[in-house]
């Protein structure tokens, strides 16, 4: 079946860095593009970025731009998110979601991994 | 981008049916039949209920439906069931001049 396993989250302090992970099985990883998704503690969601299936369309929001980076290894089945200049703004759980090219809809989701940026 | 606006709660009883609304504006709800509708539990990752506005993913009840009036999307939900007591998040495409995603604030349902 479908299955996304986030990892990498953890507690980190302002300034600081992480990768996350997320391992993608149960479908062709290759032909789908890619999002990640997260969400503060109690409160809603927040698309973060979004990578096409090739990984040479790449979009950010405005509250990662410049700081986070996304990728993803197609020969390893594995999508990256790479955060840099955390703030504490950026404490919240993060799903890997696979997208819909065409409908932007995010179908499955993983269970999400929590990173925590406090000092 | 502003998040699209939900009403914070709704309730009802088992068997009745509700509707959570989702406003938007002529930049995203209004511009694109790209809603989708997601259901989160406690704890628990978001599952995709609704998609394109009313389209339903294999394995969705048919009890879950989805429409779109102008700048705001709907859920509806019938024959309501214990088991449909959790939040629901809409979301839309918001693209024009830049690629965009926007939620919205999440809508707890409680079944009475």
């Known amino acids: 079946q479908v299955q996304l396993v986030e990892s990498g989250g953890g507690l980190v302090k302002p300034g600081g860095s992480l990768r996350l992970s997320c391992a993608a099985s149960g479908f062709t990883f290759s032909d789908y593009y890619m999002s990640w998704i997260r969400q503060a503690p109690g409160k809603g969601l927040e698309w973060v970025s979004y990578?096409?299936?090739?990984?040479?369309?790449?979009y950010y929001a405005d509250s990662v731009k410049g700081r986070f980076t996304i990728s993803r290894d197609n020969a390893k089945n594995s999508l990256y998110l790479q955060m840099n200049s955390l703030r504490a703004e950026d404490t919240a759980v993060y799903y890997c979601?696979?997208?819909?090219?065409?409908?932007?809809?995010?179908?499955?989701w993983g269970q999400g991994t929590l990173v925590t940026v406090s000092s | 981008q502003s998040a699209l606006t939900q009403p914070a709660s709704v309730s009802g009883s088992p068997g009745q049916s509700i509707t959570i609304s989702c406003t938007g504006t002529s930049s995203d709800v209004g511009s694109y039949n790209l809603v989708s509708w997601y259901q989160q539990h406690p704890g628990k990752a978001p599952k995709l209920m609704i998609y394109e506005g009313s389209k339903r993913p294999s394995g969705v009840s048919n009890r879950f439906s989805g429409s779109k009036s102008g700048n705001t999307a709907s859920l509806t939900i019938s024959g309501l069931q214990a088991e449909d007591e959790a939040d629901y998040y809409c979301?839309?495409?918001?693209?024009?001049?830049?690629?965009?995603?926007?939620f919205g604030g999440g809508t707890k349902l409680t079944v009475l």
């Open positions: 979301c839309s495409y918001a693209g024009s001049s830049t690629f965009h995603v926007v």
């Open positions: 979601a696979r997208a819909h090219e065409f409908s932007f809809s995010f179908d499955p």
């Open positions: 990578i096409s299936s090739s990984g040479s369309t790449i």
